[in-house]
């Protein structure tokens, strides 16, 4: 990998990690602001609408300029997001501009590798990169339970600015001054990646032409053999993520009696797990094999439903380790354990199935249109299932019986997936057959 792509993966890694810490501290001041439970998966549901709605428009403004300067731009429009959150505006409004930042800059996050490297070397630079963006996710869910904790939240509270009232007196308020200094920082590094040099076509501004331009693009996708599966996974593997984020923080509550900031750092375990499936995958997996991952989905989605079933109550509270301060108590290993084990399952088939996905789509159209397609596909799922899950936790339903229902749901999608990857083999090996008859 050239110096470019290192560049380009800490542009990411400050971006992400800011992202994922603000979350937790819109979180936290949803509970300061006391509003009921089914707010708070809106949140996310919030931050992605922009992925939706505006699909078919970020993949032209991502390639109208060079991919660096498309990143500054959305990293500033962050930012703002995090100004207008922490002088009163509601946590929901505030976090979906967040969203309308990060919808822009993905496509020129991930047109930038296609633009940079040759097609053998996708699966590593998104092994990388996913692993990257999962160490950021480990890292800023982490770093929001820390910052909204009591002690780190008093101690920067204890800051006094001379002369300057900042009016910031909550965690949650001073969590977000800190996570807007990361997003600066995030924009600094993104002035310093360089032009690739490639250039598209004259964009269109007519967003009727766009409309037009982006459906012709989505069918396109759908339409290929290849495209169409991986973006199937791809499109359950972000919306199962999502919701999944949400399920461990109430699962830690009602299973594992922990409270926000508690269960906040346990939601990073599974992403432990993620980043170590995505490297291997990234070892491991040629392109040319990377349909050959699927049944893995089936075994994550499995593995997530024994979660229902196990609560820290089944153990006796011994400490089995201790680094520093840090005690890991008996009754939660089974529950590391698991979360781990899903994240790996999921890591180690969503890294060849992106890179595929990044590939069709670079060949048959731009790597910022094709990027635009598969976030508009992926976030759908998102909204749908985090509404989904919303209404469960409005109607009170039992964790568990969510946790069973959404494992059982992704194994079956999983196996529909497979089942239509066969029957497309099948159709191409008929065909080529013929072909060779008529030959």
Request: with cysteine.
């Amino acid at each position: 990998m050239n110096r470019s792509f290192y560049i380009i993966m800490a542009a990411q890694f400050f971006s992400s990690l800011a992202d994922n810490a603000l979350l937790i501290a819109a979180i936290a001041l949803l509970v300061q602001l006391e509003a009921p439970a089914w707010m708070t998966p809106l949140l996310k549901l919030f931050f992605v609408l922009s992925y939706v709605l505006l699909a078919a428009f970020v993949g032209a403004f991502a390639d109208s300029r060079p991919k660096g300067n498309v990143m500054f731009i959305t990293n500033t429009i962050k930012f703002v997001g995090c100004v207008v959150m922490l002088f009163g505006s509601h946590p929901l409004l505030a976090y979906a501009i967040v969203g309308l930042g990060a919808a822009a800059y993905s496509p020129a996050k991930y047109g930038i590798l296609t633009e940079l490297l040759p097609p053998e070397k996708l699966v590593a630079a998104n092994g990388w990169i996913e692993g990257l963006t999962v160490g950021s996710i480990i890292m800023g869910t982490v770093l929001g339970g820390v910052l909204i904790s009591k002690s780190v939240s008093e101690s920067l509270l204890g800051f006094d600015v001379p002369v300057l009232e900042t009016g910031i007196d909550t965690a949650a308020e001073s969590a977000i001054m800190i996570i807007m200094m990361i997003y600066v920082l995030a924009a600094l590094i993104n002035l310093r990646i360089p032009d690739t040099g490639a250039r598209y076509e004259s964009q269109k501004t007519n967003p009727i032409e766009l409309i037009k331009d982006f459906s012709i693009c989505f069918k396109t996708l759908w339409a290929d053999r290849l495209g169409q599966i991986s973006l199937a996974v791809t499109t359950l593997f972000w919306g199962a993520g999502a919701t999944l984020q949400f399920i461990v923080i109430k699962w830690a509550q009602v299973a594992l009696h922990m409270n926000l900031s508690q269960g906040a750092i346990l939601q990073a375990i599974s992403a432990f797990g993620v980043a170590g499936g995505a490297v291997y995958a990234a070892w491991r997996i040629p392109l040319r094999s990377s349909l050959k991952v699927l049944p893995y989905g089936i075994a994550m989605g499995l593995v997530v439903c024994v979660m229902a079933v196990y609560n820290s109550d089944m153990l006796p509270n011994i400490t089995v380790l201790t680094v520093g301060k840090f005690e890991l108590s008996l009754k939660l290993v089974p529950a590391y354990f698991l979360l781990i084990l899903v994240g790996w399952l999921a890591g180690y088939f969503v890294v060849p199935m992106n890179a595929l996905l990044q590939h069709r789509g670079h060949v048959l159209m731009s790597a910022g249109h094709s990027i635009a397609v598969q976030n508009f596909n992926e976030n759908i799922s998102v909204l749908m299932m985090l509404l989904i899950y919303s209404g469960l936790i409005w109607l009170d339903v039992p964790i568990q019986a969510v946790i069973i229902g959404f494992g059982v749901v992704v194994s079956a999608i999983m196996w529909l997936v497979i089942k239509r990857h066969a029957a497309n083999q099948a159709e191409y090996d008929s065909m080529h057959l013929i072909g060779e008859h008529k030959h």
